[in-house]
């Protein structure tokens, strides 16, 4: 996976992948124009889509109803250092009999987004320099 972050002006940013591009932002009380999300709303963006795709391919393949899915995510923020904490996932599905919901929350804990703020990856941070023209 591979995706590609360029500056546009203030505190906004094009990322891009696969040919999809989205704006990242700042809210006006944050120097930005507000003219899309910030990079941790993006992370709940990524963890709540994972979430849904997962249940989704759970209710899909036992013939489950799928209409009507929705998933929330909250998180805290915390210091020192400054990051996101405490992540809250709601899911809202149809009525289901316990063994499903439990298949649904299992096939959840499965996401990879999930699994990767579980088990924290090493991060790996270099700084490149382009050479004067």
């Known amino acids: 996976m591979n995706v590609s972050v360029k500056y546009l002006d203030q ?17 006006e009380s944050n120097n930005g124009a507000n003219s899309g999300m910030t990079p941790p709303e993006f992370l709940l963006v990524s963890l709540g889509s ?18 009507g899915l929705e998933v929330n995510v909250e998180a805290g923020k915390k210091t020192g250092p400054a990051r996101l904490g405490e992540f809250r996932v709601r899911v809202r599905t149809a009525e289901l009999d316990e063994r ?31 050479t004067a023209a």
């Open 50 to 67: 994972c979430a849904a795709y997962y249940a989704v391919e759970y209710l899909r393949t036992r013939n489950l109803p799928t209409g």
């Open 100 to 130: 499903h919901r439990q298949g649904v929350l299992r096939a959840i804990r499965a996401c990879i987004v999930h699994n990767t703020l579980c088990h924290l990856p090493a991060v790996e941070v270099e700084v490149e320099q382009t």
């Open 11 to 27: 505190v906004r940013f094009e990322a891009e992948a696969r040919g999809h591009r989205v704006i990242c932002d700042q809210p």
